[in-house]
């Protein structure tokens, strides 16, 4: 029978309808943010494990020099005896004792590896922290973003209906006597209270 101007219904639903879009965009997004953020996490861990790995291997190299140093300690003294007793040459007694400078040079190398093999560990372990509170702030925008399209969805049905209500119909055939508005032609509510009298919606409920 007649249509109220939709032009501005029209545009909320398109509106709407670019909200939603837009929405799951972002929330594709967040979903590769947190698949990303679970990655670095799962890097960061293996980081650790590789860290361990070498504080282990640095400790037993701390063991086998500290092991070399003794034995190269005992082996010096008893060249001084000997040396003491003139039963060897200097020159022995001098290699015994660059021997066990070399093995104590190789057990202070493996102490600093140990430590530098800590220290990698800890940053791994700050990097896994790090990366775990990437993955929570992925996840709450995750969060956020599927909100959104909920929200956006809402808005879009509730723009449905409004436009769906733009149109009147009477319900019942009839012939109309009276038409003050062409065909294409466009009115506002405001237009029909001043032509009918009354208000906009006043008029609707008194139509059979």
Known sequence: MARVDDRELVADVRQAEAAIAEARKQRAAA???????????????TQVSQARTQVSQAQTQVQKAQTARNLAATNLERYRLLINQGAIPRQEFDTRQTALQDAQADVRTAQSQVESAQSQVRSAQSQVESAQAGVTSAQEQLEATSSSITTAEARLTQAK????????????????????????????????????????QGILERIP
Not at 31 to 45: F, G, M
Request: charged residues 15%.
């Open 31 to 45: 979903r590769a943010n947190v698949a990303q953020a679970k990655a670095q996490v799962s890097q960061a861990r």
């Open 161 to 200: 209906v409004a436009l769906e209500g733009a149109s009147i119909y009477a319900p019942f055939d009839g012939i109309v006597a009276y038409l003050n508005y062409t065909e294409g032609e466009y009115f506002t509510p405001q237009a029909v209270s001043s032509q009918l009298g009354g208000d906009y």
